[in-house]
Every structure is written in C-alpha cells, then in structure tokens.
C-alpha cells in the first residue's frame, strides 16, 4: 500500500492529500529515511511523522486497504 493512503486508512493524518505534502515536505521518515508518497509499506516498518516541534513515531503491524474507525489504531503500535 502506498505511504500517502496508509497515513490516510491508519488515521495518522486525516486527508491523503496532507499527507502526500507531509511527504513531499520531507516531514516523514520511513526506516529513518525520508520517504515519497508512492513508497510501498509493509509490515514492520517504522514510521516518523514531524509535526512542528512534535513527532510522531509508530511501527506499522498491519496494512489493509479499509478499516473501520475503531479498528484504525490496531494498524500501528506508538514507540
């Protein structure tokens, strides 16, 4: 699944097209390096959202394509 539409499912960033400029921004890292929208995630990869001051870093342990809302927060794991 690509990174922008993983952010969006996940419910990490609200919109997938914040998300494709988070990306473009260079705000998200993926495996400590910076990643582009279309790359592909896969479980066990590490995720780095900067936020301002803020970051935000999680583990990916799942990726579907829809999720209900309450079970968006079983894709990741906060480390």
């Known amino acids: ?12 960033i609200r919109r997938r097209t914040v998300a494709n400029e988070a990306c473009d921004a ?10 582009r929208a279309s790359l592909a995630v896969k479980a066990g990869d590490v995720i780095e959202i900067q936020f301002g001051t803020k ?8 990726v579907s394509e829809t999720v209900r809302k309450d079970d968006a927060k079983e894709m990741y794991r906060y480390l």
């Open 1 to 12: 699944m690509r990174l922008d539409k993983y952010l969006k499912v996940s419910r990490l």
């Open 26 to 35: 260079g705000r998200v890292l993926v495996n400590d390096k910076p990643a």
């Open 55 to 62: 970051s935000v870093k999680v583990e990916v342990l799942d």
